[in-house]
């Protein structure tokens, strides 16, 4: 079992930036491929960024590349994602996801998913 628990979220004004937490537990966290997913009101969750267990190779969606960092630290069992020049689109539920066997590519899927955390709410003001 892996228990994820999203931080960070907060309303930020376009053009800001701000840095999202997962906090997780559980034994397979360190070999786990870990994400970040978004959900907007009316809108499909859909994929956000990747990053294997290792840390060393990372995966983005077109909407955040070049905006956006993923990170993890598997010693404090915890994945992050720093996001700079914000949009209005970019207003959404923020999820945290883990995949016990799941490849950078296979993890663009929610259906690769093992685990979700609860969300937390990010909102950017134009």
């Known amino acids: 079992q892996v228990q994820l628990v999203e931080s960070g979220g907060r309303l930020v004004q376009a053009g800001g930036s701000l840095r999202l937490s997962c906090a997780g537990s559980?034994?397979?966290?360190?070999?786990?491929?870990m994400g970040w997913f978004r959900q907007a009101p009316g809108k499909e969750r859909e994929f956000v960024a990747a990053?294997?267990?290792?840390?060393?190779?990372?995966a983005y969606a077109d909407s955040v590349k070049g905006r956006s960092t993923i990170s993890r630290d598997n010693a404090g069992n915890t994945v992050y994602l720093q996001m700079h020049s914000l949009k209005p689109e970019d207003t959404a539920v923020y999820y945290c996801a883990a995949a016990l066997l799941s490849t950078l590519a296979t993890m663009r899927s929610v259906g690769a998913v093992d685990y979700w955390g609860k969300g937390t709410l990010v909102t950017v003001s134009s």
């Open positions: 990053i294997d267990w290792s840390g060393t190779s990372t």
């Open positions: 559980g034994r397979p966290f360190g070999t786990s491929t």
